[in-house]
């Protein structure tokens, strides 16, 4: 297995509600990460995950949640969003955080806050 | 601080044409450089990298040339076809990675 695969595809929530982003990845990868991606933008880290740590919190708003359960899963907890957190966000990793390769990357949730 | 520059923002090529999209970079201690390819609705994917001991790297139609002295590097994309019509990300990468704005390249049937 080769894929991250993220899930929902597709998400669509009111400003007052909570729900999550997930990811899952069977590489044995030991770093995973979450990026935020606007239209005709580069996608722009917001956390990262080594060895299920939290290593790198890129100054996000607490409305967002991290939380790495395990070695292959990683959620994004959401609450409180606002219209310009609409986005698509997606999950990558890699076999280790600071080893220089190529990140995997899924093929992200596109999410729209109403 | 934009510390990879790539260019152009957009990219018109007709069919089998080459496509060249040049990225610079300004911090030496870089050591991966890696491109990814997005096509609409999809995350990025890996295309091709090289590291900065290695002048160039070729694989299939898609060739890295790497210029450490100059601190420059450009994607070639030979005979390009439609399906190559995507957006791509020159990146380099210290423990993280840091993208270029990106390409959107169009290929002209």
């Known amino acids: 297995d080769t894929e991250v695969t993220q899930t929902p595809k597709h998400l669509v929530m009111g400003m007052t509600n909570k729900k999550s982003l997930k990811c899952e990845q069977h590489m044995g990868h030991r770093a995973m990460y979450w990026y935020k991606q606007k239209a005709k933008k580069p996608p722009e880290l917001m956390f990262v995950?080594?060895?299920?740590?939290?290593?790198i919190n890129e100054s996000v708003p607490s409305r967002f949640s991290p939380e790495c359960p395990n070695s292959s899963l990683l959620n994004l907890h959401l609450h409180a969003l606002q219209p310009e957190d609409s986005a698509l966000y997606l999950c990558?990793?890699?076999?280790?955080?600071?080893?220089?390769?190529?990140?995997?990357f899924g093929s992200g949730t596109r999410l729209t806050v109403v | 601080q934009q510390q990879v520059k790539q260019s152009p923002q957009s990219l018109i090529v007709q069919k089998g044409g080459i496509s060249i999209i040049n990225c610079a970079y300004e911090?030496?201690?870089?050591?991966?450089f890696p491109w990814y390819q997005q096509f609409p609705g999809k995350g990025p994917a890996l295309l091709i990298a090289i590291r900065p001991d290695v002048s160039e790297k070729k694989e299939g139609r898609f060739t890295i040339s790497f210029n450490k002295s100059a601190k420059q590097f450009s994607l070639h994309i030979m005979d390009s076809q439609p399906g190559d019509s995507a957006t791509y990300f020159c990146?380099?990468?210290?423990?993280?990675?840091?993208f270029g704005k990106g390409t959107r390249l169009h290929i002209l049937p």
């Open positions: 995950y080594s060895y299920e740590k939290l290593s």
């Open positions: 990146a380099a990468m210290r423990d993280k990675i840091i």
């Open positions: 911090n030496t201690a870089f050591d991966y």
């Open positions: 990558a990793s890699s076999q280790a955080f600071q080893v220089n390769y190529g990140y995997t």
